[in-house]
């Protein structure tokens, strides 16, 4: 059973607390005016809208407050609440959604042709199971009967709900998730907004490390352990010949359980191997087994790449110092005052740093969601579905538009280093031509 290929499996005792469709038919609803916004599991302070006696004490008679109904625009989202999905959940999809419904409310909710909507969003647990999110994704459209849904997270959940998302009538615009030439002809409206494998692979890294060899920074000596999962093997599989073609030698290229609690054998035989760079095809929980036995060990190679873990702040939380010159996947550019702004709320709003890879993408993708809607003007799932499929939106990213129902515009790897005020941020090196800051390389040494 396929259960995740961007399975951020994080768990709070791991890390202290922290870790696409549609349209075929029945695409057109008309969303119902409601006296108030149906609950969601905001937290206390974070409800967009509340009804005028919400909370208060009851009144002798009803007063008359206004005479318009509010109108409410009622999203779904069957996600990983519960379960070792849960913490990579809470800090993408569900905080970033969140935000994104409480700037979208408190500016005055979506403009449609018969006026102004709420944005309401009703949370569902599929406990980490794709099978659970399946009922949960079919209760929402059946029983809570939304007008759109929010998809969920993993590679492998939102694969198995993608044919309900199609039969039903409902674009699916996820972004934990790769989106393959054959998906997107199977469902025309299933996208991903993080991009495939193969760029990540090839263009970002093979392409960063034939940049520091002709820059003279490092040889060619490579050494690629990666945990043996379906995440990591879709870079694999595109990575080896693309490291073969660029002329790189890979003297290290072994896989390890997903289960994994100890890699100091694998860190001591790659250390042997004298490698010009460590290329670590990981998960979060397995990335967060590398820099102890390194450190131990005194093994510091000139490039250090983690695939998944090091976009997390809580890497940086955990090593401090010692997370500079570390890279992983994604990055941000720190002189996007739209981004740099956005992370500031995220972190103001949750009461937590949002992850540095997909943390403005979901949040990216709302405004692609909101600016669909409003060009279409009602809810009309198959005409907002192509939208986003063939529109361009403005949104924290800049221009946004799709190719092949995926989006290849993102930063591809990012590297942990120093900034004017003395902190680290994770900031993107590549693509070169859209990169915030050169390589830090050779790696600075272990702190501690």
Request: proline share 8%.
């Amino acid at each position: 059973m396929r259960v995740s290929r961007r399975h951020f499996l994080v768990t709070a005792a791991a890390f202290g607390a922290s870790a696409l469709l549609a349209a075929c038919g029945g695409g057109e609803a008309t969303p119902t005016p409601a006296p108030q916004a149906t609950p969601t599991t905001a937290p206390a302070g974070q409800q967009p809208a509340a009804s005028p006696t919400q909370g208060a004490a009851p009144a002798a008679s009803p007063t008359v407050v206004s005479t318009q109904p509010t109108k409410t625009l009622r999203f779904g989202c069957a996600v990983s609440l519960s379960g070792p999905l849960a913490a990579g959940a809470d800090v993408t999809i569900v905080a970033s959604y969140k935000l994104w419904q409480r700037d979208v409310n408190e500016a005055g909710g979506f403009q449609l042709s018969d006026g102004r909507y709420m944005i309401d969003i009703i949370w569902a647990d599929d406990q980490s199971n794709p099978e659970e999110c399946i009922r949960q994704t079919q209760r929402l459209i059946t029983q809570e009967k939304v007008d759109f849904l929010i998809p969920p997270y993993s590679t492998g959940i939102n694969h198995a709900v993608a044919p309900i998302y199609h039969q039903n009538g409902y674009p699916q615009a996820a972004v934990a998730t790769w989106v393959t030439a054959e998906d997107a002809q199977r469902f025309p409206y299933f996208f991903s907004f993080l991009g495939n494998p193969d760029v990540y692979a090839v263009d970002g890294i093979v392409g960063l490390l034939k940049y520091l060899n002709e820059q003279g920074k490092i040889g060619k000596r490579i050494a690629m352990p990666y945990v043996d999962a379906e995440f990591a093997l879709d870079f694999v599989k595109p990575l080896r010949p693309a490291l073969k073609d660029a002329g790189f030698d890979v003297v290290y290229d072994q896989g390890y359980p997903q289960d994994v609690s100890d890699l100091q054998s694998v860190v001591t035989e790659i250390m042997r191997l004298e490698p010009d760079a460590v290329v670590g095809i990981t998960y979060p929980n397995d990335t967060m087994l590398y820099v102890p036995p390194m450190k131990v060990l005194g093994f510091n190679p000139p490039v250090l790449f983690l695939a998944n873990g090091p976009n997390y702040y809580f890497f940086y939380g955990t090593y401090g110092d010692d997370a500079e010159g570390v890279m992983g996947l994604g990055g941000i550019d720190v002189r996007n005052q739209q981004i740099v702004d956005l992370y500031k709320r995220f972190a103001e709003f949750n009461g937590q740093e949002a992850d540095r890879w997909g943390g403005h993408v979901y949040y990216m993708v709302g405004q692609v969601i909101q600016q669909a809607f409003e060009r279409v003007g009602k809810v009309d799932r198959k005409a907002i579905g192509e939208e986003i499929k063939n529109g361009t939106f403005d949104t924290v990213m800049g221009p946004v538009k799709l190719t092949n129902n995926v989006f290849l515009g993102h930063w591809l790897i990012g590297q942990w280093q120093r900034q004017p005020d003395g902190k680290l941020e994770y900031v993107a090196i590549m693509p070169r031509d859209r990169a915030a800051a050169e390589p830090l390389v050779p790696k600075p040494n272990w702190k501690s």
